[in-house]
């Protein structure tokens, strides 16, 4: 795989390797939702580090390479990884992108909630003391 501006990085050909061969993914994220279930909004939001604009050649990579490691969750035949992975509720409710690609971004998760894919969420509650 190559990207306009070259080569994709080795560092993440070798993540999406590794996904690849492994049949079980667990996790926590506690202000992002995980690449393995970004909308491509998302991800490129999340990969413009909150600026605008077209994206440069190694971004457009970085979000085609964090797409394609999904392949790895929606593999046929009983292969599919199984991902489960606990989520902050700043992950949940940050507007990454704003309020339309979170809106999208949370629709595509419920979206993708499968019996070898778990996103829990873990909310955080003020209590009075």
Request: charged residues 20%; contains cysteine.
């Amino acid at each position: 795989m190559s990207s306009p501006g070259g080569p994709t990085p080795t560092r993440l050909l070798d993540l999406v390797g590794l996904e690849n061969e492994v049949s079980e993914c667990r996790g926590f994220q506690p202000g992002l939702i995980p690449g393995l279930f970004q909308t491509e909004a998302y991800a490129t939001a999340v990969i413009q580090g909150g600026a605008t604009g077209p994206l440069s050649d190694d971004e457009q990579t970085k979000v085609r390479v964090r797409l394609e490691r999904q392949k790895a969750v929606t593999r046929d035949g009983g292969e599919a990884l199984s991902v489960w992975m606990v989520l902050g509720e700043a992950a949940l409710r940050q507007q990454v992108g704003g309020p339309a690609v979170l809106r999208e971004q949370l629709l595509h998760l419920r979206a993708r909630k499968t019996p070898r894919t778990t996103a829990q969420p873990s909310i955080t509650c003020v209590r009075r003391h």
